[in-house]
């Protein structure tokens, strides 16, 4: 399985245009990094129907704990690099974004992390290594029973107090003036030579009790992920309860009751979260999306509704969000 997920990424073409991502009308100067792997690898998603990573909430904490300590993004990605968990909600350093969209755009990064997500999958171990803008970024995949249940990466983090400099000359080349790079490397959290390795200590010891203390769990063919599945696929006009409870066989009373055991809240909830889930995601990976759009992507056809229901369950306005 993990072997089909590469070949995607291999196969993908070295050079990239605004209608290349699998006919995709996506501009993608303008995408985070991880919509983009989101995007290169959906060819692998078929192959994966009845494998899907479920966590509990203690992933959340560990992650925003991690993310405190250091301040340095850390996210959980399931295994078709869908992001399931980000650390306090952080998002793609200013000096990464600099580097991506204006100085080279995306196709060395994501080549590099092609290679290192690659190595760390067929390691099974953490991968550590310094990015091509200088910075420090590990990747480890999580195995739950021998089983791929996702990757956790975090970074970026700065061990030197300036950019290399092959990307000082390239900036100074195009833009003359490197004082918005300068200050955007400073603000990249630093983390000294000497303490590196404890902090991928700390990293390890994190990811691999993820998957020893049931903090992340595999869930097959099981009701629960049938249905899920279902209305991530349809998160436009997902299925309703009665469609839901027809699919796997079981009553409409039997399908909320699973759904509160198994998940700690009702079906309508879990509609809801994971639809608000998505237009987070598209939101925050996508700066220039109103919120008008991200709502229609998931099926809500009056903004101001959506606000509403998004401050509700998130206690924030999406606008916050961008």
């Not at 303490?195 to 063919?221: C, H, T, W, Y």
């Not at 349809?234 to 009373?253: C, D, F, I, Q, W």
């Amino acid at each position: 399985m993990a072997s089909s997920i590469y070949k995607c990424f291999s196969s993908y073409p070295s050079r990239y245009d605004e209608k290349h991502l699998f006919g995709m009308d996506i501009t993608v100067r303008n995408m985070d990094f991880y919509a983009i792997l989101c995007n290169i690898i959906s060819m692998a998603r078929k192959e994966m129907e009845n494998l899907r990573v479920l966590l509990n909430e203690n992933v959340q904490t560990a992650l925003d704990n991690f993310s405190g300590c250091f301040g340095a993004r850390i996210a959980y990605f399931a295994t078709d690099m869908g992001e399931l968990k980000v650390g306090q909600k952080q998002q793609m350093c200013r000096y990464c974004s600099l580097i991506r969209l204006k100085l080279y755009g995306n196709g060395r990064c994501l080549e590099q992390d092609r290679k290192k997500l690659k190595e760390a999958s067929e390691r099974k171990t953490l991968v550590s290594y310094t990015c091509h803008g200088g910075l420090v970024e590990v990747i480890f995949p999580v195995y739950v029973d021998n089983v791929p249940a996702g990757f956790v990466m975090a970074g970026q983090f700065r061990t030197a107090s300036a950019p290399p400099k092959s990307i000082i000359e390239d900036w100074k080349r195009k833009f003359k003036d490197d004082q918005e790079l300068m200050s955007a490397f400073s603000a990249v959290p630093e983390i000294s030579p000497a303490k590196l390795p404890n902090m991928l200590g700390l990293f390890s010891m994190l990811v691999r009790s993820i998957a020893k203390e049931g903090i992340a769990s595999i869930q097959g063919d099981t009701v629960v992920e049938k249905i899920l599945h279902r209305i991530r696929c349809n998160l436009e006009n997902p299925p309703t309860l009665a469609e839901a409870a027809h699919l796997v066989g079981r009553s409409k009373s039997s399908v909320s009751h699973i759904f509160k055991a198994k998940l700690g809240k009702s079906f309508k909830s879990c509609v809801i979260d994971l639809r608000l889930d998505r237009a987070e995601e598209i939101l925050r990976n996508n700066p220039g999306t109103t919120v008008k759009e991200a709502a229609s992507k998931v099926g809500f056809d009056d903004e101001f509704y959506f606000s509403r229901i998004f401050r509700k369950y998130r206690g924030f306005p999406p606008s916050k969000i961008n």
